[in-house]
């Protein structure tokens, strides 16, 4: 039968509080992974990025937490604005090659 | 730094006609990707180019689309003929060597009626 599209998860919070956005990767060989914010309209913007020789990466009012043994990745934003309403994509890249690949996304809203 | 540029930002065509999509990456980035988004599929990677040679078009749909990049400052992504299947947001993005990062451009919607 025909596909209906992707389903993409929603997680849904109020101004303020902290967020926290998962993703499963599959392929034990990356060594590389990041975020992306695509907002309504826009391209995909880097937000945040860490290596698998870390497990933890802070940024401002985000951070990344890799567990390589479960192979997931988080994303966690601090006191969430309405502006942070957007997809946000996990990518991984293969050590070896340039490219990216990217997970099927989040979205995220805020609620004033 | 004006980012990536691409154009048009929006195209509306008949299905059979020939559809040209540009790219102009960040100067001095040695990567160029292609990319189609899709409800359907989301995010897919279509082809990439290093120093404007082709390194991978596995995710090229089928022979109606074809990727060149003549100069390291420009690329397009043509489909001919164009079917409405073809109706994406199409991205570019570009690298530099030595950083995974890449920096998208604003997407080019397109509509095959």
């Known amino acids: 039968g025909e596909s209906v599209g992707l389903h993409l998860p929603t997680l849904s919070v109020q101004e303020g509080d902290n967020s926290i956005i998962n993703c499963a990767y599959s392929?034990?060989?990356?060594?590389?992974f990041i975020w992306y914010k695509q907002e309504s309209g826009k391209g995909p913007q880097f937000i945040i990025d860490?290596?698998?020789?870390?497990d933890k990466r802070q940024g401002q009012r985000v951070t990344v937490l890799l567990n390589k043994t479960v192979k997931h990745l988080s994303l966690q934003i601090a006191a969430t604005q309405p502006g942070d309403s957007a997809v946000y994509f996990c990518a991984e890249n293969i050590l070896g090659f340039q490219k990216l690949v990217f997970g099927t996304g989040t979205r995220l809203l805020v609620s004033p | 730094d004006a980012g990536v540029i691409q154009s048009p930002r929006h195209e509306v065509t008949e299905m059979g006609q020939e559809v040209t999509l540009r790219c102009k990456p960040i100067s001095g980035h040695d990567y160029l990707f292609w990319y189609r988004q899709t409800m359907m599929r989301g995010l897919e990677l279509l082809i990439y180019f290093n120093n404007n040679v082709p390194i991978d078009d596995s995710g090229m749909p089928e022979d109606r689309f074809s990727a060149k990049m003549p100069n390291a400052s420009f690329s397009t992504l043509k489909i001919q003929p164009s079917e409405p299947r073809d109706s994406a947001v199409y991205f570019c993005?570009?690298?530099?060597?030595?950083?995974?990062?890449?920096?998208f451009g604003p997407g080019t919607r397109l509509t095959v009626t």
């Open positions: 392929n034990s060989a990356s060594d590389y």
């Open positions: 993005a570009s690298s530099t060597q030595g950083s995974y990062e890449q920096y």
């Open positions: 860490i290596r698998s020789n870390m």
